[in-house]
Structures are given as structure tokens and as C-alpha cells.
């Protein structure tokens, strides 16, 4: 028996309208046996019976055995204010491949019908500031693992990252989500239980083996070639062994794609911390390849491997891989893996153009920009600079034509709830760090001034503004590396789409483009 546990919103009458029962919502958990029911508070019907809610024996049963977890949940306010459902299931069913080949017909059915039903009806209009301005604003693509909201900040199969952190198994109560429970929500839309969890870790360990070719792939290359150029090269030798290139190359149905596709995207996920870590190693320490421990998590044996085995290093790096692994669709790195994915390149393929993409200054390599500048601000000014020497230094900055790095994002349009959870990691595990106090003062400091600017959008901190300090802290100092973490941890939302890219049967991208002299020939014809 398959049990399904939800957090949603009790439907209670109140009164009538129009002759009709209406209901409001409380908080309460369902209970569903056998299949699996997504209830949306937001787009409910108005008029709706109890009778909704309906009961057997083993689901009231059920319901009874998980009484104290429907107490814990019901005491959290952040998941009464919207329903999210949930799913726990029985310990046996522990294998992710089984569990996307129940879903995915289902999936496939459903995107059928959507075409069928609504494929002519209109997303919105493109407007020339659209076509020449980077598609800012342009609705194009299907992105089924997570979606990024101006205001609320990005939802991992509708789950936000307070309630990631509430919901997801970690590796100790009150801990971090552990990535691998990320990975499995992102992939099924269901929160793991912690058995669950466990087995794919075990999985993702027995993939990690990476053979001596990659490393000395990576050798080949000048020691002082930056991080992100052997990484991606490292990325581009593991394609050798691709089970998705081997099976089309024998002949595979285009609806067996999928399968060989999570061979290679698990095998991905499992081997870039191994590859990611060699790199660090050979460019800052002493080249020496520390093995993965199997006692450890995803998380904490990417920090093994780097060469930190302090349990707050280990629990940072859990935060750090989870919140970076995906940012819906549109972002230049996820983008381009489906892109170069939709000509049918084998995962492995796809990653290293992600990573070529999240690699420029505008994107990944952000983060280290934002350390940099930080560092530089306490060189001229010293760590006990006060408010106006800080406001003489970002207008500086800004008069000098440059930016300042951590503020703003092309979506978001309030403080990146990435950056509000690495926040809270710091008050909680380093709260005198002197950076992370600077860090607080430019989140005091620098929002107004970009307001007063007059030409920035969001003048609130993003990821990037916070996520240096936090790894400076633990003594990964590096800040030419910090963009290799960011490519580790958007594995696992790529790799987790590439899978759905293929099971849903999603075409070749192929937008189409113009030129300046067709827009203004376009443009006066309308005009006229």
C-alpha cells in the first residue's frame, strides 16, 4: 500500500451564497490511499463540498500513526499560508527509476492533452524591447522542476526554500535539506522520506567513480588555467563513457530517450564533486585525490573531498549545493543545457555548455566577483569602516562606471530568499565574522543608493552577495573556484530536467530571429 501524506487546507462552511454553501480554508493534513492528489489552495473552486474529503479505514489508520507529524506541521505558519502538498511512502519503494516510470506516462498524457486543448492560446505579446534586450520578459519555455516568482523568489516543485528547509530530510534534526532529497523532488514532485533518501545517496556514491583518463584530461591543461576550464574540461572527457550517445548510436525509441538520459544525468551528478574536487586540489593544494567516504551525504563528501571535514563546513555545503542546483529555466547556464540537450547531445554534452555558460561574469562567475569587491573594500577602508565611508565607497564604485556585484537579478524583484537563507546560516554559525558583518551593512547601505540611481530595477542583494563570505569563513578562500561550486550544484537541476526534456518528448529549439532592417520595416508597416 502507497500512502500519500498532504499539507493543505481543511475546507469548513461558513455561510451561504447565492443559495450555495461557501468554505474557507484551515490548516489540516489530508490523507489519500492509492494515488496521488494535488490540491491548489489558489485556484480551488469557490463552492466546494466536504464531501471532498473522504475517507477508508486504511487511510484513517493511517492518518492516526502520523498524528504527531500533523501536529509539528500544523504549528508551521510558513506552510498554512499555502498549500503544498506532500508525499511519504512505504520503505520499500526506494528506487527513483521506479518511481519516474509510474509517473511518466502520466506526465506524457498530460502534456498531450494541454497541447491539444490550449496549444493556440496566447502567453502574451513580444515587443521589439523583448527581441533586442536578451528576451527579458519573453515567455518560451517548459520548464517542469522549479519556477521563479519577481516577488516570492524561486519554488522547487512549488515548495519554497524555507519550506525546502522545513520538509526535506536532513542529515540531523533541525539541519540543512539534504541535496539528494532536492534531487528527488525535482525529479518526482515528491518530498522523500528519509529512507528514500538514503538510497539514492547510496546510488550517487556507487556512480562516483571516475576514471584516471578524466584526471589526466584535466593534467593536460596549465595549472593556472582557471577552475571553471578544467572543470569543464574534466566534464567533457566523463562523456566518453555516455549511456545515452551508446544507445542512440545502436538504435533506441524515442520513447526509451528518457531512460538512458538518467543513466547519464545520475552518473553526472554522482561524478562532478569528484572531478569539481580534483580541480581544487591540483590548482591549490597538493593534487592528491582524497577518496569519497561512504559514510557521508552528497553534500558532506563534496566538502570531504575539497578537504574540509568540519561538520558546519559539511552543513554549509549542504545549503550551498541545495539552493544553487536550479533557478527555473530561463537563466543563461539552465537555458543552455536545454538548448544544446534538444539536438538530442547526451547529458554530459549538455552540462559542459551549461558550465561554458554559467562560467561569464554576468552569470556564475558572479560570486566571486562579489568576494573580490568585498576583500577590496576592506583593504581601502579596513574591516571597522563606518556608514558614510561605505557610501563613498559604492558611489565610487558606481561613478567609475562598474557595478556592485551581489545586487539585482534580471527576475527577482525583492531580496533573493537564497541570500535571506544564507543569512540566517551566518547569524546562526558565524555571527562575528567580520565579512558577514560587513555583508550586513551593505544590505543596509546599497539597496537605497541603486534606488536613488534611478536605473536599477531590483536594488536587493541575489545569491552571490552572500554566499563568498560564508565559504571565506570556513576556509575556502579561493574565489576564482567559487563558480565550480555553483556548476557542481546546478547538476542536479539540470540533470534533473534533461531527464523530463526527454521523457516528455520536447523538440528542437529552434526560435526565430531577425535582423535590425526586418524590425523597422515591421515596425513602420504597423505604424502605418
Given at each position: 500500500?502507497?500512502?500519500?501524506?498532504?499539507?493543505?487546507?481543511?475546507?469548513?462552511?461558513?455561510?451561504?451564497?447565492k443559495g450555495k454553501p461557501v468554505y474557507k480554508y484551515q490548516s489540516v493534513i489530508y490523507y489519500w490511499v492509492g494515488g496521488l492528489v494535488k490540491?491548489?489552495?489558489?485556484?480551488?473552486?469557490?463552492?466546494?463540498?466536504?464531501?471532498?474529503?473522504?475517507?477508508?479505514?486504511?487511510?484513517?489508520?493511517?492518518?492516526?500513526?502520523?498524528?504527531?507529524?500533523?501536529?509539528?506541521?500544523?504549528?508551521?505558519?510558513?506552510?498554512?499560508?499555502?498549500?503544498?502538498?506532500?508525499?511519504?511512502?512505504?520503505?520499500?519503494?526506494?528506487?527513483?527509476?521506479?518511481?519516474?516510470?509510474?509517473?511518466?506516462?502520466?506526465?506524457?498524457?498530460?502534456?498531450?492533452?494541454?497541447?491539444?486543448?490550449?496549444?493556440?492560446?496566447?502567453?502574451?505579446?513580444?515587443?521589439?524591447?523583448?527581441?533586442?534586450?536578451?528576451?527579458?520578459?519573453?515567455?518560451?519555455?517548459?520548464?517542469?522542476?522549479?519556477?521563479?516568482?519577481?516577488?516570492?523568489?524561486?519554488?522547487?516543485?512549488?515548495?519554497?526554500?524555507?519550506?525546502?528547509?522545513?520538509?526535506?530530510?536532513?542529515?540531523?534534526?533541525?539541519?540543512?535539506?539534504?541535496?539528494?532529497?532536492?534531487?528527488?523532488?525535482?525529479?518526482?514532485?515528491?518530498?522523500?522520506?528519509?529512507?528514500?533518501?538514503?538510497?539514492?545517496?547510496?546510488?550517487?556514491?556507487?556512480?562516483?567513480?571516475?576514471?584516471?583518463?578524466?584526471?589526466?584530461?584535466?593534467?593536460?591543461?596549465?595549472?593556472?588555467?582557471?577552475?571553471?576550464?578544467?572543470?569543464?574540461?574534466?566534464?567533457?572527457?566523463?562523456?566518453?563513457?555516455?549511456?545515452?550517445?551508446?544507445?542512440?548510436?545502436?538504435?533506441?525509441?524515442?520513447?526509451?530517450?528518457?531512460?538512458?538520459?538518467?543513466?547519464?544525468?545520475?552518473?553526472?551528478?554522482?561524478?562532478?564533486?569528484?572531478?569539481?574536487?580534483?580541480?581544487?586540489?591540483?590548482?591549490?593544494?597538493?593534487?592528491?585525490?582524497?577518496?569519497?567516504?561512504?559514510?557521508?551525504?552528497?553534500?558532506?563528501?563534496?566538502?570531504?573531498?575539497?578537504?574540509?571535514?568540519?561538520?558546519?563546513?559539511?552543513?554549509?555545503?549542504?545549503?550551498?549545493?541545495?539552493?544553487?542546483?536550479?533557478?527555473?529555466?530561463?537563466?543563461?547556464?539552465?537555458?543552455?543545457?536545454?538548448?544544446?540537450?534538444?539536438?538530442?547531445?547526451?547529458?554530459?554534452?549538455?552540462?559542459?555548455?551549461?558550465?561554458?555558460?554559467?562560467?561569464?561574469?554576468?552569470?556564475?562567475?558572479?560570486?566571486?566577483?562579489?568576494?573580490?569587491?568585498?576583500?577590496?573594500?576592506?583593504?581601502?577602508?579596513?574591516?571597522?569602516?563606518?556608514?558614510?565611508?561605505?557610501?563613498?565607497?559604492?558611489?565610487?564604485?558606481?561613478?567609475?562606471?562598474?557595478?556592485?556585484?551581489?545586487?539585482?537579478?534580471?527576475?527577482?524583484?525583492?531580496?533573493?530568499?537564497?541570500?535571506?537563507?544564507?543569512?540566517?546560516?551566518?547569524?546562526?554559525?558565524?555571527?562575528?565574522?567580520?565579512?558577514?558583518?560587513?555583508?550586513?551593512?551593505?544590505?543596509?547601505?546599497?539597496?537605497?543608493?541603486?534606488?536613488?540611481?534611478?536605473?536599477?530595477?531590483?536594488?536587493?542583494?541575489?545569491?552571490?552577495?552572500?554566499?563568498?563570505?560564508?565559504?571565506?569563513?570556513?576556509?575556502?578562500?579561493?574565489?576564482?573556484?567559487?563558480?565550480?561550486?555553483?556548476?557542481?550544484?546546478?547538476?542536479?537541476?539540470?540533470?534533473?530536467?534533461?531527464?523530463?526534456?526527454?521523457?516528455?518528448?520536447?523538440?528542437?529549439?529552434?526560435?526565430?530571429?531577425?535582423?535590425?532592417?526586418?524590425?523597422?520595416?515591421?515596425?513602420?508597416?504597423?505604424?502605418?
Open positions: 500500500m502507497r500512502c500519500h501524506l498532504f499539507c493543505g487546507e481543511k475546507i469548513v462552511k461558513q455561510n451561504k451564497k490540491f491548489d489552495y489558489h485556484s480551488a473552486p469557490e463552492f466546494l463540498s466536504p464531501e471532498f474529503l473522504t475517507f477508508d479505514s486504511s487511510a484513517m489508520a493511517f492518518l492516526r500513526s502520523v498524528s504527531k507529524l500533523r501536529s509539528r506541521l500544523g504549528q508551521q505558519s510558513s506552510l498554512r499560508d499555502s498549500v503544498r502538498w506532500l508525499q511519504t511512502q512505504t520503505s520499500s519503494d526506494l528506487d527513483l527509476h521506479s518511481q519516474l516510470k509510474e509517473l511518466i506516462p502520466e506526465q506524457q498524457e498530460r502534456l498531450k492533452k494541454l497541447k491539444a486543448e490550449h496549444g493556440k492560446v496566447q502567453l502574451g505579446n513580444i515587443t521589439v524591447d523583448m527581441v533586442i534586450g536578451g528576451m527579458r520578459g519573453m515567455t518560451g519555455l517548459l520548464w517542469e522542476t522549479s519556477l521563479l516568482d519577481p516577488d516570492e523568489g524561486i519554488r522547487f516543485r512549488g515548495l519554497s526554500i524555507p519550506e525546502c528547509q522545513k520538509v526535506l530530510p536532513a542529515a540531523k534534526p533541525g539541519g540543512e535539506p539534504l541535496p539528494e532529497g532536492l534531487l528527488w523532488l525535482l525529479l518526482t514532485g515528491k518530498v522523500p522520506s528519509k529512507e528514500q533518501v538514503d538510497a539514492l545517496s547510496s546510488e550517487l556514491r556507487s556512480r562516483a567513480k571516475v576514471p584516471d583518463y578524466v584526471f589526466k584530461a584535466i593534467d593536460a591543461l596549465p595549472v593556472g588555467a582557471h577552475p571553471m576550464t578544467q572543470f569543464t574540461t574534466g566534464v567533457m572527457a566523463l562523456q566518453v563513457k555516455s549511456e545515452f550517445s551508446k544507445a542512440y548510436d545502436k538504435g533506441i525509441p524515442k520513447s526509451k530517450y528518457w531512460e538512458p538520459t538518467y543513466e547519464d544525468s545520475l552518473s553526472l551528478i554522482a561524478q562532478v564533486p569528484v572531478v569539481a574536487s580534483y580541480v581544487y586540489r591540483r590548482i591549490y593544494k597538493d593534487g592528491k585525490i582524497i577518496p569519497v567516504d561512504d559514510s557521508l551525504d552528497y553534500g558532506a563528501n563534496f566538502a570531504h573531498l575539497l578537504g574540509f571535514d568540519d561538520h558546519k563546513m559539511q552543513e554549509l555545503m549542504r545549503l550551498y549545493v541545495t539552493i544553487h542546483s536550479d533557478h527555473e529555466g530561463g537563466n543563461v547556464s539552465a537555458h543552455t543545457g536545454h538548448l544544446v540537450a534538444s539536438a538530442l547531445s547526451d547529458p554530459y554534452l549538455s552540462f559542459a555548455a551549461a558550465l561554458n555558460g554559467l562560467a561569464g561574469p554576468l552569470h556564475g562567475l558572479a560570486n566571486q566577483e562579489v568576494l573580490l569587491w568585498i576583500k577590496s573594500v576592506v583593504d581601502e577602508c579596513g574591516e571597522n569602516i563606518t556608514t558614510e565611508q561605505l557610501k563613498d565607497y559604492i558611489w565610487k564604485t558606481l561613478n567609475s562606471g562598474k557595478v556592485v556585484p551581489g545586487f539585482g537579478h534580471g527576475v527577482l524583484r525583492k531580496t533573493d530568499p537564497r541570500y535571506t537563507c544564507q543569512r540566517e546560516f551566518a547569524l546562526k554559525h558565524m555571527p562575528d565574522d567580520p565579512l558577514f558583518q560587513l555583508v550586513s551593512k551593505l544590505y543596509d547601505v546599497v539597496p537605497p543608493i541603486l534606488t536613488e540611481l534611478g536605473k536599477v530595477k531590483n536594488p536587493w542583494p541575489n545569491v552571490d552577495a552572500h554566499s563568498g563570505v560564508l565559504l571565506n569563513h570556513f576556509g575556502l578562500t579561493e574565489a576564482r573556484y567559487f563558480t565550480v561550486l555553483f556548476g557542481v550544484s546546478r547538476s542536479i537541476g539540470i540533470g534533473s530536467q534533461l531527464i523530463w526534456d526527454r521523457a516528455l518528448g520536447l523538440p528542437l529549439e529552434r526560435p526565430k530571429s531577425v535582423t535590425m532592417e526586418s524590425l523597422e520595416s515591421y515596425c513602420k508597416k504597423a505604424a502605418s
